[in-house]
């Protein structure tokens, strides 16, 4: 009866009505109005579902070129031959790992492609042209993830010398505009490519299976972003510590250009803060959106208001790329007039007035467009009662960064008892503290997500029972959707930090100040004479408000994902439970299975926060092996040879790929696992996943946060660099990078992946019921494989 009940037809029929309607719509020779689809036109004539439609497209191919006029302007903006080739060589390696990367990805669709071949094909009995189109909508999500994180890196690789160029005229204003703009340009993107896909797939896609390659795409750029995301985050910490404590062991400078370290940790700053988040951003936006439309398909009965909702929730998806926009560009404005022509400018206030322009402009034109769009729905009040939902999820966009600050800004409390800690206390204390800051953080976003989550479930229970089961579900799926009300904006500020970050690196490798007759010659063919002295100090301010920043869209993100989660589960209670008419006993801690799958989810969590920070460790072992090795301080090299530069490269890369292949496999082995044990212990695990993850990486990311605002609070505002305090807090800044930019952030794609590729796994294992014991067998087989990879996650990258 389960595998009757759990079935993507249901979800393949909601397409069907959606995508006859579309059909009609589009018919040449109907030319009629749909009435299911009809709403105001924005220019006050009716509007069917072609224009729509066609205002979708627009909207499209607004952000694209929004995202590429950027991408041109950026790249044609001043700078010098010895930046642009660092930021060159910079990129020649991002591109080095994203293949690697990418390649490993190829062999892990094979896993997933076997799945579905297995599941549609063979169970399902779905032709041969359909299970290849479902594979090829997952592989299209993975080259959406994998695109958009090649066009973050080149834009940023762009921007880092760029930036670090227009440092030398000593205002500080084009150092704050060059990287926002270039975060903008990856945002606006992202999510236009997002919307496209979707759109395609609702239009060309027979919608009898329409449904199924949906969910296909959305696993794609699922598995593609875990990837990215997990091993770029491996990746960047390993050079970023072995970096770092050469400043401890040899008493150099930031960014010293005889490290040959220092190469990669630029490499990593874009492979694991820039290809990880924008792949991520790119999954998140899909991945809401699936569990928001499988959730309406579950608990929505009534067709015609199935596809009102849809349409409702499609325009939302327009409707933030244009609030973005406009927001950027009202705050741009005025950051100019109050900045352009300043000496001195604090480089976190228009960050902070862009993220409150942006959710205020959004929450308005979601009201707006509610009342366009849905304001006869029901009683005639649910489009305000709609609009008040996802605004609890925009507001906190907006709240949640300014919370976040409180832990991790250069100036705040906790931040400056990490400093005050460790002037006595050290490295010890410096840790401590830092757990601390962590540990407060977590209650009081906890705090803040109850609240803004309690609202909207309060809000719920004003008449959305009338129209859908399980409407508090609903509500919490709306929540995550208005998170990402401002996603472009959240991508922009995340992207800051590694431009910031690198444009530091930039100009040290440079070696500017010692080319003979430097200023002379800029003076002649850029128009200025270079300030050298103000330069150096202007970048490392607002290197430290993007670390504050980067700070703020961690936790943005990860809320997002646990309560996307948490509505795609809710929507496979939905049905197993037949429309929570049946087996809702099974929901409880007197059933052991269920309570068993809350236990699992908790030690996997902890696992994967170990394996993740193990393989940092064991890699940064041998990058400072290395570079202990063959670092040349003395005679009159002052730079690293490329080749040493290539070498850490490499470490980097293979222990990166090495942790990456023992963390997938486990994941991926465990879900197929404990979805064949029972469907009620499977879903006790997911809950647990989401919930322990929630709070592991926000402790983790406000932790490590703490921890690097510490150190460049020491290094800016005290000027102490290479005293003990500064070393007591590098060694902290050390501990925190993992905590902050690998195991935190990759909570996020697992999270999301294990949901959705768990919702397939377990159809599969649902279908496989009536094939005797053979759920048992391949349960215990999984099981054993993912240990095998738990064991090796250890042995592999043991240090010697």
């Not at 997002?560 to 008419?581: H, P, Q, R, Y």
């Not at 499977?682 to 993850?693: D, E, K, V």
């Amino acid at each position: 009866m389960l595998s009757r009940v759990l079935s993507f037809k249901k979800i393949a029929a909601l397409f069907a009505v959606l995508t006859a309607c579309i059909s009609r719509a589009l018919a040449s020779e109907a030319n009629l109005v749909v009435p299911d689809l009809s709403l105001v036109s924005f220019f006050g004539n009716a509007v069917n579902g072609k224009s729509l439609l066609m205002f979708g497209f627009v909207v499209c191919f607004f952000g694209l070129m929004f995202g590429i006029c950027h991408f041109l302007s950026i790249k044609k903006l001043p700078v010098h031959s010895s930046m642009k080739d660092i930021s060159e060589l910079i990129y020649e390696t991002c591109k080095t790992y994203l293949v690697t990367q990418g390649k490993f990805i190829i062999i892990l669709e094979l896993f997933l492609a076997l799945i579905i071949v297995v599941y549609f094909g063979w169970l399902e009995n779905f032709t041969t042209v359909k299970v290849a189109t479902i594979v090829l909508c997952s592989i299209i999500g993975i080259l959406g993830s994998y695109t958009v994180a090649w066009f973050g890196m080149r834009i940023n690789t762009f921007a880092n010398s760029r930036t670090a160029f227009a440092s030398l005229k000593g205002k500080p204003y084009p150092l704050y505009a060059i990287p926002l703009r270039a975060g903008m340009s990856i945002g606006m993107l992202l999510i236009s490519i997002e919307l496209l896909i979707m759109l395609v797939i609702l239009l060309f896609i027979p919608s009898d299976f329409a449904g199924a390659c949906f969910i296909g795409f959305a696993i794609g750029e699922s598995l593609g972003a875990s990837v990215l995301r997990i091993a770029g985050g491996i990746f960047t910490k390993i050079a970023d510590i072995g970096s770092d404590l050469m400043k401890i062991v040899f008493n150099i400078k930031e960014d010293d250009a005889r490290n040959p370290g220092v190469i990669a940790d630029c490499t990593g700053d874009n492979a694991g803060d820039s290809v990880g988040p924008t792949a991520d951003g790119f999954e998140t936006y899909g991945v809401t959106g699936v569990a928001l439309v499988t959730f309406i398909i579950l608990a929505v009965s009534d067709p015609v208001l199935q596809v009102k909702l849809l349409v409702w929730i499609f325009v939302m998806r327009l409707i933030m790329l244009i609030s973005s926009a406009v927001s950027y560009w009202i705050n741009s404005a005025i950051s100019k007039i109050k900045f352009a022509l300043a000496d001195k400018m604090n480089f976190e206030a228009p960050l902070t007035s862009l993220v409150w322009i942006t959710s205020i402009v959004s929450i308005a034109l979601t009201f707006v467009v509610s009342k366009l769009v849905i304001g006869d729905l029901g009683d005639g009040t649910l489009w305000w009662k709609l609009s008040l939902i996802i605004s609890c999820g925009t507001i906190a966009g907006a709240v949640i960064p300014e919370i976040v600050k409180v832990f991790t800004s250069v100036k705040s409390a906790f931040v400056q008892n990490v400093v005050n800690s460790s002037r006595h206390g050290g490295a010890s204390l410096n840790v401590l503290s830092g757990l601390t800051a962590g540990n407060f953080s977590a209650y009081w976003m906890g705090v803040a997500i109850i609240v803004l989550m309690g609202s909207a479930y309060a809000i719920s229970s004003l008449g959305l029972g009338e129209i859908m089961i399980a409407p508090a579900v609903f509500a919490f799926g709306l929540v995550a959707f208005g998170f990402l009300g401002m996603g472009p904006v959240t991508i922009a500020v995340d992207s800051y930090g590694p431009v910031t970050d690198n444009a530091q690196s930039v100009y040290e490798l440079s070696l500017i100040e010692n080319i003979p007759n430097v200023d002379k010659e800029i003076e002649k063919d850029f128009g200025f004479k270079p300030v050298f002295d103000k330069s150096k100090l202007l970048l490392e301010e607002n290197d430290g408000a993007g670390n504050t920043f980067k700070a703020t869209a961690k936790p943005v993100l990860i809320g997002t994902a646990v309560v996307g989660a948490t509505t795609m589960i809710f929507s496979t209670i939905v049905m197993l439970t037949d429309g929570l008419t049946t087996g809702l006993a099974n929901l409880s801690l007197l059933h052991a299975p269920f309570l068993l799958g809350l236990i699992a989810g908790g030690s996997i969590i902890y696992w994967f926060t170990g394996a993740s920070n193990h393989a940092v460790t064991s890699g940064a072992y041998k990058a400072v092996e290395f570079i202990k090795g063959n670092i040349k301080l003395d005679g009159n090299s002052q730079k690293a040879s490329t080749e040493d530069s290539k070498k850490v490269v490499e470490i980097c890369t293979i222990y990166a790929q090495k942790g990456m292949i023992n963390l997938f496999m486990v994941v991926f082995f465990t879900t197929l696992a404990f979805a064949f044990i029972e469907p009620y212990f499977f879903i006790g695990y997911l809950i647990s996943i989401a919930l322990f993850g929630l709070f592991q990486a926000i402790f983790m990311a406000n932790a490590g946060g703490a921890w690097d605002n510490a150190k460049k609070y020491v290094e800016v505002d005290l000027r102490e660099k290479g005293t003990e305090l500064h070393k007591a807090t590098v060694v902290g800044d050390t501990v925190g990078d993992p905590f902050k930019d690998t195991s935190s952030v990759a909570m996020n794609p697992i999270i999301k992946f294990t949901t959705l590729f768990g919702l397939l796994a377990l159809e599969l294992a649902l279908a496989l019921t009536s094939k005797g014991q053979l759920n048992t067998i391949l349960a215990a087989a999984s099981f054993v494989v993912a240990v095998i990879f738990v064991v090796k996650s250890f042995t592999d990258m043991k240090t010697k």
